[in-house]
């Protein structure tokens, strides 16, 4: 089974835990830090289900390699900067106007970014303040079809053996936008970045081979299957593939067991779902009072262009 097909027949209901406009995917527009300094450049990802954030973000001075790039051809200052990027999952939690996470897990050793976000949104635009005053980031949401809103946890793997092993990791989707995130199976020296992992070692290409264990992806749905659009490893983006191999319900409800294909050595996998929607709309709007509106549709010829009601027109699943 498809994870749309476990969502249809999913009976539990889904405890909303972030506001209902934060759910979706966003694209960062920009970080100023207190400084004067902004980044525009670099990729950051973020996709949002009720209780499970998942992100991505890429430094725009980490190579662009192709996929059949070897790494023993690149030497250390290259391998150091494919490791300088950051993915993961974690626990999302709401106190107004606070978001809050909790229990990451990630291609990175620590959290870059410990502190809560002060948060709100007006349309597309998603503003973020460090409630230290450090920085604040403005993100843009991503249109979607209305479509599955889920979170699983990854618990384990099992291998050809039938031995169950410990994994960690994630999946959280947003209609026409997912984050994946396979956990490494040998952990690096706690809270030592993973470039700095790399630049001591002895041998730079096994840390890094030992650092890419980690995998997040970020996939766009095309059709049946999903773009790797950022990959914390970049011979990955571009690819094709199946969101999920095929499912299958365990004796728990909440427990998924999914075919394994791709991946040499391991047969199937056990997530346990954390929330599921069969069907959720995302929208580009907020709300805003009659008068409000009624003032931009007035002023539109000097603010924007002209307001086309079709365009704001709700969407529905079949």
Excluded at 49 to 58: C, E, F, K, L, N
Excluded at 152 to 180: F, K, M, N, T
Excluded at 214 to 234: F, K, M, N, Q
Excluded at 238 to 264: F, K, Q, S
Aim: charged share 25%; glycine share 6%.
């Amino acid at each position: 089974m498809t994870l749309e097909e476990i969502a249809a027949t999913w009976a539990q209901p889904t405890s909303l835990r972030v506001p209902e406009w934060a759910l979706g995917t966003v694209m960062r527009r920009s970080i100023t830090f207190a400084t004067g300094v902004e980044d525009t450049e670099t990729r950051v990802f973020w996709v949002q289900a009720h209780g499970m954030t998942g992100d991505i973000r890429i430094h725009p001075a980490r190579p662009r390699i192709a996929s059949e790039v070897k790494l023993a051809s690149l030497d250390r200052e290259a391998l150091c900067l494919l490791a300088s990027v950051e993915g993961g999952i974690a626990t999302t939690s709401w106190s107004e106007p606070v978001m809050s996470w909790a229990n990451w897990i990630g291609f990175q050793t620590y959290d870059k970014y410990p502190e809560p976000g002060i948060m709100r949104r007006i349309g597309d635009c998603m503003i973020e303040f460090a409630p230290s005053g450090i920085y604040v980031e403005d993100w843009r949401f991503q249109p979607s079809a209305p479509g599955l809103l889920a979170g699983l946890r990854l618990e384990s793997e099992e291998d050809e053996d039938g031995i169950d092993r410990p994994r960690a990791g994630g999946l959280v989707v947003a209609g026409d936008h997912a984050i994946r995130v396979l956990a490494r199976r040998e952990d690096l020296p706690e809270c030592m970045r993973a470039q700095d992992f790399v630049r001591e070692s002895a041998d730079p290409v096994a840390a890094l081979t030992q650092v890419f264990d980690c995998i997040t992806d970020y996939l766009v749905r095309e059709g049946a299957l999903w773009r790797i659009e950022a990959s914390t490893d970049p011979r990955r983006e571009g690819l094709r593939v199946p969101l999920t191999g095929n499912l299958e319900a365990g004796r728990d409800t909440a427990v998924l067991w999914e075919a394994v294909n791709d991946m040499p050595g391991v047969r199937r996998r056990r997530w346990h779902i954390d929330s599921l929607e069969v069907c959720h709309t995302f929208t580009q709007a907020t709300p805003a009072p009659a008068d409000r509106l009624a003032w931009l549709e007035n002023e539109a010829d000097t603010l924007i262009q002209p307001i086309d009601n079709n365009k704001h027109r709700v969407a529905r699943c079949a």
